[in-house]
């Protein structure tokens, strides 16, 4: 794939390194604009982090990791200049490595209430669930490649589960729980349920990325104003 390929508004995040090639930060969001082929620079968002700006110094190194047609790619990238716009700054980007296709490690996770409906799966409905009665829940934070669920049941390890995740439109999805944890929430005890996504629709998924990026840059405005 071509740098120009990666297309404008493309979400990506980005992993940050010192000149050590030390980590100093990992997940942060922001969105590709342009690609200037003849001085091989890039022009992208600020990225943030909860809610908030991160400020990136000229010099720092970075993973630049995004989606394509079902595919997780990573470049190297070097960190050149910043350009003061509204709302949002922009960050001159130098690509230092081709782009290489990788299996997905994480994804950027974001606190987030949002209404589910679920069943778990058994062995026998795996093929014919409609007639399962869906329990409802909501979700404590959501990522590209999962979501944190409060439920009133706790599920072992490695349970399926058939969910429906309301934005502006439904999106259903396949998932796998990897842990679960007993806690409060109103004086009431709930479970939080990691659950890895293990059978999605890429557009899908894209839209949860596209929302988690939304939020981020609606919560920078709200901070920005006085």
């Known amino acids: 794939m071509k740098y120009r390929q990666i297309g404008v508004g493309t979400k990506i995040e980005l992993d940050l390194f010192d000149k050590g090639e030390e980590k100093i930060c990992?997940?942060?969001?922001?969105?590709?604009?342009?690609?200037?082929?003849?001085?091989?620079?890039?022009?992208?968002?600020?990225?943030?982090?909860?809610?908030?700006?991160?400020?990136?110094q000229p010099g720092?190194?970075?993973?630049?990791?995004?989606?394509?047609?079902?595919d997780t790619y990573m470049f190297k990238a070097e960190i050149i200049d910043r350009k003061k716009t509204e709302p949002i700054p922009m960050l001159y980007v130098k690509p230092v490595s081709p782009i290489e296709k990788i299996e997905r490690r994480s994804f950027f996770r974001m606190e987030s209430k949002l209404p589910v409906l679920y069943h778990?799966?058994?062995?026998?409905?795996?093929?014919?669930?409609?007639?399962?009665?869906?329990?409802?829940?909501?979700?404590?934070?959501?990522?590209?490649?999962?979501?944190?669920?409060v439920t009133d049941e706790a599920y072992a390890a490695g349970t399926k589960i058939?969910?429906?995740?309301?934005?502006?439109r439904e999106i259903g999805f396949v998932g796998t729980v990897v842990r679960a944890t007993q806690t409060r929430e109103r004086g009431k005890i709930v479970y939080e349920i990691g659950i890895e996504f293990k059978q999605i629709e890429n557009r899908d998924r894209e839209k949860i990325i596209s929302y988690i990026f939304e939020k981020q840059r609606e919560r920078i405005r709200k901070g920005m104003k006085p």
């Open 162 to 168: 058939h969910a429906y995740l309301k934005l502006d």
């Open 60 to 70: 720092i190194l970075a993973n630049v990791i995004f989606l394509k047609d079902n």
């Open 26 to 56: 990992a997940g942060l969001v922001s969105q590709f604009e342009s690609y200037d082929e003849i001085n091989n620079m890039m022009e992208i968002h600020v990225p943030f982090s909860k809610g908030m700006i991160y400020t990136v």
């Open 120 to 149: 778990v799966v058994e062995p026998a409905e795996a093929n014919n669930d409609e007639e399962v009665p869906l329990k409802k829940c909501h979700t404590r934070d959501i990522s590209g490649g999962g979501v944190c669920l």
